[in-house]
Structures are given as C-alpha cells and as structure tokens.
C-alpha cells in the first residue's frame, strides 16, 4: 500500500518537528491510546481486538494438533499471520498480500517466536509425530499507521487470553479431550516498539502521516526483563549509529508500560 | 425566489409538480419532479433540485475543485479528486501547445503529492474527467492546509449566496478555497486562527441539517474569537 501525502502536509509535519511537536499533539517518545477488548470472537481459542488510536486489530488464535517440522520435532508450532482488508483504507485492494503485508506478518510472528512467548516444547503430544499448533491470525480492520506494534499487542493479547484445550493420543491419533482447558505455557510478554525517523528526529508510533513522510522506521521487542530479542529496521533512509542506541533505549523504556497493560489480559491459573 | 422553501426528501418523494427544470438529482416524469436521493429539497427559478446529505463527488464540467498529484505519464499527470474518477491533466495545459515529450520533464512543474487549483474541463461519465488548470487563479497550491469535508456539505458550507463562507472569512481573516469536490485550502494569519477556521468548517459539516447554522456559527466565531 502506497499513499501519497500531499506536500503541504508533509511540510507541515515536519516544520511541527522542529518546534518539537507532532501533528496529533503528542510527544515524541508517546504512543497513542490503546484499547483492548478480549474474546471478541467467541469460536476462536482466544481472540483480541485492539485499537491504537485510529488503527484496529482484530486477532484470532486458533489451537489445534498438527504434524511438527521435520527438524523440529520436539517442538509445538506457532505461525503468525496478517491481513490487511479491503475495508480498513481507500489504497488497499483485495488479493494476494503484497510485500509489506508479508513483512508485517513476518515481524509480529519474530516479536513472538524470538523473545520465546510461547514455550513450545511443552506442545508436544509425542515427538517427531505429534504436537499442538498455535495459529494466530490478524485482520486488520482499520488503518492509520503503525501496524506493526497494533499487530504485536493484538496476538499478544489474544494469546494470552487463550485456553488450551487438551488433546490425549488414541492409536497415534490425538482426540480431544472435552471440558479440560489449561494455560498456553507463556515465559514472557513481548512488547513491539516501533520508532519512525523523520528528519533525525525520532517519533514513537507514528501515525499514518507521519509513516508517509518517514526516511526510516525501525521496530524494536523486548521480552519482559527488557532485553531487545528481535529488530526490523525498514524504510530507505538510514540509521546512525548514536540513534540506533538512542531507539534502543526507548524501546526498552516503554516496554514496561505496555506490557503492564497486556499483562492484564494473561489468563492466571 | 419566493418559493425556495426547503423540504427533507428521501428517493421517490414528489417534491412538485409543474413546468419546473430538473436539476440535480431529480427526475421528471408525468410533470412531477422527483427525488432520487435523500436530501433537501429546493425549488429556485423555476429549477429544482435536492442537495444530497451524503455522497461522494460527481465531476462536473466547469467546477472548481482541489486535485493532489499522484502519478504521471509521459503525456500527462494523474490526479486524485475525491472522487470515484481519477483527473487527467494533459502536459500541454501546463507547458503550452509546443510541448514535447522530449524536452519537457513533467516533474519540473508538478510533482508526485503536489496539490492544485483546476477546473474540470470535460467530463462524460465514460471516461476520466479533463482537468485544466490554465485559467486565472489555478495551478499549484504553495501555502495553506489541505482540510477535507463531505462533498455533499460544500453547498452548506458556501452559504446562501456565500454568507456562510463569507461570515467565517471575516471572522477569522482566512483565506478559504472551496473545492467542489470537498477539499479545502485554508491559509490564516497564524495556527490559531486556522484551528478556529477548521473547527467552524467541521462544525458545519457535522451540522449541516441545523436550522439557523449561519448564526449558530457567527456566534460561536465569536465567542472563540473574543477569548
């Protein structure tokens, strides 16, 4: 998806910078107001709607058993999606996914899988031939910029409202075992910080103008003791090596703040 | 003038009967003038016509509206009006009649997010509407903010003969362009003046239906600006 931002905007955004002020009035280290509804869909394992500002989220997690990967026999699967409908901007066309979408999808399942969210050795039936799949899927339904932590957030929050059922092997099969649920084995919350360069300066969660106007943008998760697990950097513009450290550390301070309100969504025993 | 009385209608409303000139959005069958949208009515020198209360932008030839740049050929710029149709504006408006592809560059004169003044020069619903911009006060728009509104609401917003436009231009000193296809170019003094402008543009948008809205907005002008 590519939109134009007409000239007189994007001068606009970025003479505001100067003065240290952004187009929507926040600051330049201030994410947009999130909200969070769970189990909006009621057949799905776990589900999570998400605003952040005028961007929305709805993410489905669906558990089920499945053959493992060849090479990852001892381990559960986790495959993270995304998709961008029709209804959520006037640019965007229904058909296959596009590079961005795929890159979108790539980066918020990296956010999960590489800070270890999920502990998929525990979703395991029997090894190398049985073991329990976690898919989460994200339709984005409205678009104003920032996806990629409004994505993060959305499957984050769907996974850990989920219930795990339970399945027993009968002859190498797994059967559903009903009326018995348990929690997804969840080691940390990742939290996805996305950070737009515009003109050497560094604005957090930039919205859909200022993702227009960006020479960089660059998305940071940190796992719960604050560590960076996974980065993405995109964008044709460059990043120093003083800023890189400097979004390093931004990500690592806003962190906290919203993990403590993803947190609250986790299921307890 | 006497019977410009205004009425709601929705599609299939007989809005008059008699020797009256269907205008927009209407049709005459059997003498009766007959509203295909829900709108208002409006009946003025012997024309009568519904303003839509929603509704995208139909182009229509000789309107003035505001085009964003957003691609070009090697022949012509493409732009977007806010409309289901996509402007066409052909390289010899801008360079003149000795054009040639070869030694003009398009990008020199416009380029790619640049917005402009023009005019629809032709448009027969079967193609894409042709838009000039070699007249007086068109072309390239350099200061001021893009602000966009319903296109139905652009009547609303001018006014009765201009007195709506007219009372928040002196109000606030702004220099408002109205495009007909609902994007307006507002440049003010300052950030404050032009937040106000904004907030009584929206206002009207948003309360379009309101009787009594030119002094509704008067006073609140007013009222911000007196602060």
């Known amino acids: 998806m590519t939109t134009i931002i007409d000239d007189l905007k994007k001068n606009k955004i ?7 002020k952004r187009i929507d009035s926040r600051g330049f280290l201030e994410p947009r107001s999130m909200t969070i509804d769970i189990d909006v869909i009621q057949k799905a394992n776990g589900s999570a709607r998400i605003e952040l500002g005028n961007t929305s989220v709805i993410a489905g997690v669906k558990i089920q058993p499945d053959k493992p990967f060849p090479d990852l026999g ?21 058909g296959p996914p596009g590079e961005d979408v795929i890159e979108l999808a790539r980066v918020v399942d990296r956010g999960i899988r590489e800070t270890s969210m999920l502990d ?10 049985s073991v329990i799949g976690i898919f989460v899927d994200n339709s ?10 409004a994505c993060s957030y959305a499957s984050t929050a769907a996974i850990l409202s989920s219930n795990l059922p339970t399945w027993k092997l009968e002859n190498e099969q797994p059967v559903l ?3 018995q649920e348990s929690i997804i084995p969840i080691t940390t919350i990742p939290v996805s910080v996305t950070m737009g360069i515009l003109n050497d300066y560094i604005v957090v969660d930039p919205n859909a103008d200022e993702w227009e106007c960006m020479d960089a943008r660059i998305t940071m998760i940190t796992n719960s003791d604050g560590n960076i697990c996974a980065l993405q950097k995109g964008g ?11 979004c390093s550390q931004i990500a690592i301070s806003i962190g906290p703040k919203i993990r403590k309100i993803l947190k609250q969504y986790q299921i307890d025993n | 003038m006497e ?3 205004r009425v709601y209608v929705t599609p299939g409303d007989v809005i008059t009967t008699g020797p009256y000139r269907a205008d927009q959005n209407v049709i005459c069958q059997n003498n009766k003038i007959i509203s295909t949208v829900v709108g208002i009515s409006e009946i003025y020198d012997n024309n009568v016509k519904v303003i839509p209360l929603s509704g995208i932008y139909m182009p229509k030839v000789n309107d003035l509206i505001i085009g964003k740049v957003i691609s070009h050929i090697s022949l012509s710029w493409e732009l977007d009006i806010n409309s289901c149709y996509s402007g066409f504006l052909p390289a010899h408006d801008v360079f003149g009649r000795d054009f040639s592809a070869h030694s003009d560059e398009l990008s020199s004169r416009l380029n790619i997010g640049d917005l402009v003044t023009a005019k629809i020069a032709n448009f027969d619903k079967n193609r894409d509407p042709l838009i000039t911009i070699a007249d007086r006060d068109l072309g390239k728009i350099n200061s001021g903010e893009l602000v966009e509104i319903s296109p139905s609401k652009v009547p609303r917003l001018i006014g009765k003969r201009g007195t709506m436009i007219q009372t928040i231009e002196s109000a606030t ?3 408002i362009i109205i495009g007909q296809n609902g994007w307006l170019i507002v440049s003010c003094k300052n950030q404050k003046l032009l937040s106000k402008t904004i907030d009584a543009i929206k206002m009207i948008e948003t309360q379009s239906h309101v009787a009594d809205l030119t002094d509704k907005v008067k006073s609140k002008l007013e009222s911000d600006v007196g602060e």
Do not use: M, W
Request: glycine content about 6%; charged content about 30%.
């Open chain 1, 74 to 94: 001892d381990k559960g699967i986790f495959i993270c999606t995304a998709e961008i409908l029709p209804l959520a901007h006037p640019d965007i066309e229904p």
């Open chain 1, 177 to 179: 075992v009903e009326d």
């Open chain 2, 3 to 5: 019977n410009d009385k």
């Open chain 1, 140 to 149: 984005i339904t409205n678009c104003d910029g920032n996806l990629f932590d």
């Open chain 1, 236 to 246: 044709s513009g460059s990043v120093t090596y003083d800023q890189l450290k400097e």
């Open chain 1, 120 to 129: 998929l050795s525990k979703l395991v039936l029997e090894k190398n031939k």
């Open chain 2, 173 to 175: 000193h702004a220099s």
């Open chain 1, 14 to 20: 970025l003479g505001l910078l100067k003065n240290e």
